[in-house]
């Protein structure tokens, strides 16, 4: 007769489960001044960890705290995140999440490993939410970002052609044109755009249209998933 404690059936189960999950890195990059506590991004991993046997990926969230992120500067901003994500480290269980001037520090960072390494791996996917190119009264920190060049289709080719996903607010305090906005995001990097009524520039604690974005951008929400 076989017998066995009930943890030791437990842990076998959980061991199983968690080797069945496909790992699946999350990089957050967030506001202009925020930190990897601010706004929805620690409950984000939270939300996602909940469902993760759900999903079938095993999310590893990183929310990152960006150097002088109170007054931010391209240069500084895309040095951290080549040393946080090397070329080498991309690849499709990579995603990367940019919150306002966030993206846009995702799309110089982007450009510049194109750029130096012509061969880079494609990573999973980009979320940009209340990203801008643009907003309403700018200061001259805002102005350098808004007037710094970026090779858009130098960072369009690390992104796989569908896995480029943009969340905007119909009414965002920085950025009043949100139909231009939402054009721009199309015609330079073929983004899939979508216009969310009321939600200003996504600063609440908890955001389950973001959650569901990530969900979705990873391939959990989709029908081949299921089953």
Sequence with gaps: MVSCSLSSVQAHLMHSTSTSLKNCEIFI???????????????LGEQLQAVATEDGFNYQVHALNMPAWDLPVIERAVDYLMEVLPPERLGPNVYLIGHSVGCLAILHYLARVAEQNPTATQLGGVLCVAGWFSVDSPWQDILNWMHAPINFEAARRLIPEEKLTVLLSDDDPYTSGYQDNERLWVERLRSQVSILAGRQHFSSQLDFDVRDAVRDLVGALSPSSIG
């Design 29 to 43: 990059v967030p506001r202009w001044a925020g930190a990897s506590h601010s706004d929805w991004y620690p409950w």
